[in-house]
């Protein structure tokens, strides 16, 4: 099982990134994903997620109505499309499965995280 997540860069304030998670070695289209951060000293926080289909998708408070969750079960891929970066933006970005869906049986699997840092 893997997941690696690229795209993240430095970037001024107000600009844009967006961040794809690669999944191999499971059946990625059973697995909820979601994108986490991370600071450090910080618990792992989440900050969106999307169904299996993508018919629903969920945003922290602070990404809402910036960043978007997509996914391509195609091309096995989650993306995160992240606009008007702040500076508290700045983070470890992480990608995480959560399935199989109708599994008596499921688990999480986490990427090694993708740094995104937002200059003022």
């Known amino acids: 099982v893997q997941l690696v997540e690229s795209g993240g860069e430095l970037v001024q304030s107000g600009g844009s990134l967006r961040l794809s998670c690669a999944a191999s070695?499971?059946?990625?289209?059973?697995?909820?994903m979601s994108w986490y951060r991370q600071v450090p000293g910080k618990e792992r926080e989440l900050v969106a997620a999307?169904?299996?289909?993508?018919?629903?998708?969920t945003y922290a408070d602070s990404s809402e109505g910036r960043f978007t969750i997509s996914r391509d079960n195609a091309k096995n891929t989650v993306y995160l499309q992240m606009n008007s970066l702040k500076p508290e933006d700045k983070a470890v970005y992480y990608c995480?499965?959560?399935?199989?869906?109708?599994?008596?049986?499921?688990?999480?699997?986490w990427g090694q995280g993708t740094q995104v840092t937002v200059s003022s």
């Open positions: 070695g499971f059946t990625f289209s059973r697995y909820h």
């Open positions: 995480k499965a959560h399935g199989p869906v109708l599994s008596t049986v499921q688990r999480d699997y």
């Open positions: 999307i169904t299996i289909v993508g018919g629903k998708t």
